[in-house]
C-alpha cells in the first residue's frame, strides 16, 4: 500500500520518491487513518500552504485500494480499503510463499566475509554474533536478487599459535592431542598466566613464531598442523548448528609470505617507511595513526595479511562489492586497511567496505578469551538444550528422544541468535540466559512458539486448501495483522540497504503480536469467516517463516 501512496504522491507533485516514502508516516490513533503525509514539508517546492497543499491532494487522488483520502490540517490521511488489502496480500502470499517478499533491487555479486574464529582459541558465544550477523545479510542480499559468496578467514598462524605451543610444550606435552574446544582454550589461557610469571618467556615465545613462519622446526610445525586441524574440525559442526557454510576458507598461513612481499613492495615504493626496524604506513595525516606491517625481526602482523587476502579474494572472486563483518574492536585497524588499499590503487571503485558489530558480554562483565571469562559455544549450546527440553516435555510428555533432541536444538539456536540480531549491530549486548530462554516476549523462543500455534490451528482445521473466501466483516485485529503482513517486503528491502537484520527481527516479532492479538480476540474454526480466517493464519506462518528464515533461524512445525 505504501507504494501506491508514493507512485500517486510522486505522479502529482514530481517530489523525490526517496524523499516521499521517508516522510511517510504511520498516525499515532486509527481515526487519523493507515498512513499520513505531512504536506508542510512541500510548502517551499511548490510554494503554496500546507493546508492547501493537503486538501488540493485529497482531492486528486482516487484509487480503490482507499476507503478515503482526506485532508487533516496539513497532513493528508490515507484510509486503506480493507477488503482490498485482505484480497491482494492474501492472494500475494499464498501464491508466492517461500518468495513472498524477495525483489530483485539488488544485482551483481557480493563477497561477505563473517565468523573468523581463530585456531588455537575457543569459538565463544561471542563468534555467534557475528556469524548470526553474516549468515543473516548474506540470506538478505539473497532475497534481493544479490548473488552472495560467503567467506571466513582464521588466524592459524601468529602469537596466539606460538603461545599455545609454546605453554603445551613447555607444561603439556604428556597430554593426549583432543579435538575438545575446551581443553583447546584452556591451554592458551593458561598460556597467558604462565607468560606473565617471566619476561624471558616472551623471547621463548617469539622464536617459536620465527619458527612457525619459517616452518624450519619439523616438530613445531606438526603440532601446529595437527592442533590446527582439530581447531577447523570442531568449527564444522558448530556451522552446521548454526544453519551457515562457506564458498571458501581462507586461512592467515595463506597469505603470510605475499603479505610480507606487499609490505616490501610498499617500502620500495615510499608508501611504506622503517620505523626503529618495523615497517609502517604513516597514516597520521588521515588522523589513522601508525599502522605496523612487519615487526622488526621481519615476522608478519596480520595488517600486511589483510592486504594480502583483501588482493586474494578480488582475485579469487571477480565481485561488484566486497564486505568484511567484524568486531568494533577492529573498527580503526580496517580503516586503515581501506586507507593503504586506496593508497595502493587496490580500491579505486570503493566496493571494499566492512561493517562492525559490538561486544556480547556476560551479566558479569566483558568476554575475554585471554582470561577465560568467556562462554564456549559448545558447553552453552548444551545448556540451552537441557533447558528447553524440560519445557518441551511439559507440552508433550510423550515424545519422542530424537524429536526431542531435533526440537530442544533449534529451539537453543534460535534462543542464542534471536537477541544477538534484534539489536542495531552498534549496540553492545548484554546477554541474559534466563531472558533469551523464555517463551513469552521479545525471544526466540516465543516466534517459534507464535508459529507452532498457527500450525497447529491449521492442522485442526479441515480447511486444507486454499479456498475462496468473503468477507462480512473485518475486525480490528485482523486489519493490524494483514497491514504488517503487508509491510513485508519493505521491510526487507530497508534491511537490505541498511545492512540491518535487527529491522528484520523486530518486524517478526511484531507480527507475531498481531498474530496473538487476533487469535485471542477471534475465533478460527467453525466462525462465519472461517475460509479467510484460515487463509490469514496461513499468510502469517508463510510471512513468519520467511522472516525468520532471513535470520538463519528454522521453524518448528509442533511446540
Given at each position: 500500500m505504501?507504494?501506491?501512496?508514493?507512485?500517486?504522491?510522486?505522479?502529482?507533485?514530481?517530489?523525490?520518491?526517496?524523499?516521499?516514502?521517508?516522510?511517510?508516516?504511520?498516525?499515532?490513533?486509527?481515526?487519523?487513518?493507515?498512513?499520513?503525509?505531512?504536506?508542510?514539508?512541500?510548502?517551499?517546492?511548490?510554494?503554496?500552504?500546507?493546508?492547501?497543499i493537503a486538501d488540493n491532494l485529497a482531492k486528486k487522488i482516487h484509487s480503490s485500494e482507499f476507503e478515503k483520502v482526506e485532508a487533516k490540517g496539513p497532513y493528508l490521511n490515507f484510509f486503506i480499503n480493507r477488503n482490498k488489502l485482505a484480497e491482494k496480500t492474501l492472494k500475494s502470499i499464498l501464491k508466492e510463499k517461500d518468495s513472498y517478499g524477495s525483489s530483485k533491487i539488488g544485482k551483481g555479486k557480493t563477497i561477505i566475509e563473517f565468523s573468523q574464529p581463530n585456531t588455537h582459541k575457543a569459538f565463544h558465544i561471542g563468534h555467534v554474533r557475528g556469524t548470526s550477523l553474516g549468515e543473516s545479510l548474506s540470506r538478505i542480499f539473497e532475497f534481493q536478487g544479490v548473488?552472495?559468496?560467503?567467506?571466513?578467514?582464521?588466524?592459524?598462524?601468529?602469537?596466539?599459535?606460538?603461545?599455545?605451543?609454546?605453554?603445551?610444550?613447555?607444561?603439556?606435552?604428556?597430554?593426549?592431542?583432543?579435538?575438545?574446544?575446551?581443553?583447546?582454550?584452556?591451554?592458551?589461557?593458561?598460556?597467558?598466566?604462565?607468560?606473565?610469571?617471566?619476561?624471558?618467556?616472551?623471547?621463548e615465545v617469539e622464536e617459536i613464531?620465527?619458527?612457525?613462519?619459517?616452518?624450519?622446526?619439523?616438530?613445531?610445525?606438526e603440532i601446529w598442523r595437527q592442533t590446527r586441524k582439530l581447531s577447523i574440525d570442531s568449527w564444522k559442526k558448530i556451522y552446521q548448528q548454526l544453519n551457515t557454510g562457506f564458498d571458501k576458507h581462507y586461512f592467515e598461513s595463506e597469505v603470510e609470505s605475499s603479505g610480507k612481499e606487499i609490505a616490501e613492495d610498499l617500502l620500495k615504493k615510499g608508501i611504506a617507511?622503517?620505523?626503529?626496524?618495523?615497517?609502517?604506513?604513516?597514516?597520521?595525516?588521515?588522523?589513522?595513526?601508525?599502522?605496523?606491517?612487519?615487526?622488526?625481526?621481519?615476522?608478519?602482523?596480520?595488517?600486511?595479511?589483510?592486504?594480502?587476502?583483501a588482493k586474494k579474494k578480488k582475485k579469487d572472486f571477480q565481485a561488484d562489492s566486497y564486505l568484511v563483518i567484524?568486531?568494533?574492536?577492529?573498527?580503526?585497524?580496517?580503516?586503515?586497511?581501506?586507507?593503504?588499499?586506496?593508497?595502493?590503487?587496490?580500491?579505486?571503485?570503493?566496493n571494499y567496505n566492512f561493517l562492525t558489530y559490538a561486544l556480547v558480554r556476560l551479566p558479569t562483565g566483558k568476554m575475554s578469551s585471554r582470561t577465560g571469562e568467556n562462554i564456549l559455544y559448545s558447553g552453552f549450546i548444551s545448556e540451552l538444550k537441557n533447558n528447553l527440553k524440560n519445557e518441551i516435555k511439559k507440552r508433550e510428555k510423550s515424545i519422542s528422544g530424537k524429536d526431542l533432541e531435533k526440537r530442544s536444538l533449534k529451539l537453543a539456536i534460535a534462543s542464542m541468535k534471536y537477541p544477538m540480531l534484534k539489536q542495531d549491530s552498534n549496540k553492545v549486548i548484554v546477554f541474559d540466559k534466563s531472558e533469551a530462554l523464555s517463551f513469552e516476549g521479545n525471544t526466540g523462543p516465543y516466534l517459534l512458539y507464535t508459529y507452532a500455534r498457527a500450525k497447529s490451528i491449521l492442522r485442526k482445521s479441515e480447511n486444507k486448501g486454499t479456498k475462496?473466501?468473503?468477507?462480512?466483516?473485518?475486525?480490528?485485529?485482523?486489519?493490524?495483522?494483514?497491514?504488517?503482513?503487508?509491510?513485508?517486503?519493505?521491510?526487507?528491502?530497508?534491511?537490505?540497504?541498511?545492512?540491518?537484520?535487527?529491522?528484520?527481527?523486530?518486524?517478526?516479532?511484531?507480527?507475531?503480536?498481531?498474530?496473538?492479538?487476533?487469535?485471542?480476540?477471534?475465533?478460527?474454526?467453525g466462525s462465519e469467516s472461517e475460509n479467510f480466517r484460515i487463509s490469514l493464519v496461513r499468510a502469517f506462518s508463510q510471512v513468519l517463516k520467511n522472516s525468520l528464515n532471513l535470520l538463519g533461524i528454522e521453524v518448528l512445525e509442533k511446540m
Open positions: 505504501k507504494e501506491i501512496i508514493i507512485r500517486k504522491l510522486f505522479e502529482l507533485t514530481k517530489i523525490n520518491k526517496n524523499k516521499i516514502s521517508q516522510l511517510i508516516e504511520i498516525p499515532p490513533l486509527p481515526e487519523l487513518g493507515d498512513y499520513a503525509f505531512p504536506c508542510f514539508v512541500l510548502a517551499n517546492e511548490l510554494k503554496k500552504n500546507p493546508l492547501e548473488k552472495v559468496f560467503r567467506v571466513n578467514y582464521s588466524g592459524d598462524t601468529g602469537m596466539h599459535i606460538a603461545k599455545w605451543i609454546w605453554c603445551y610444550q613447555r607444561y603439556h606435552k604428556n597430554e593426549k592431542l583432543k579435538n575438545d574446544e575446551s581443553w583447546i582454550a584452556e591451554i592458551y589461557v593458561d598460556a597467558i598466566k604462565r607468560l606473565s610469571e617471566s619476561e624471558n618467556f616472551q623471547e613464531n620465527r619458527k612457525i613462519e619459517s616452518k624450519e622446526d619439523k616438530k613445531i610445525n617507511k622503517k620505523s626503529d626496524g618495523a615497517t609502517i604506513i604513516d597514516l597520521q595525516n588521515f588522523n589513522l595513526g601508525i599502522w605496523v606491517l612487519l615487526r622488526k625481526d621481519g615476522t608478519v602482523l596480520y595488517s600486511a595479511k589483510d592486504l594480502a587476502l567484524v568486531g568494533d574492536e577492529q573498527r580503526l585497524h580496517f580503516q586503515q586497511l581501506i586507507k593503504t588499499l586506496e593508497l595502493m590503487g587496490e580500491n579505486k571503485e570503493k475462496s473466501f468473503k468477507i462480512e466483516s473485518f475486525s480490528d485485529s485482523e486489519k493490524n495483522l494483514m497491514l504488517n503482513l503487508g509491510k513485508f517486503s519493505e521491510i526487507t528491502q530497508q534491511a537490505y540497504q541498511n545492512l540491518a537484520p535487527n529491522l528484520i527481527a523486530n518486524y517478526s516479532f511484531q507480527i507475531s503480536q498481531a498474530f496473538n492479538e487476533f487469535y485471542h480476540s477471534s475465533q478460527v474454526i
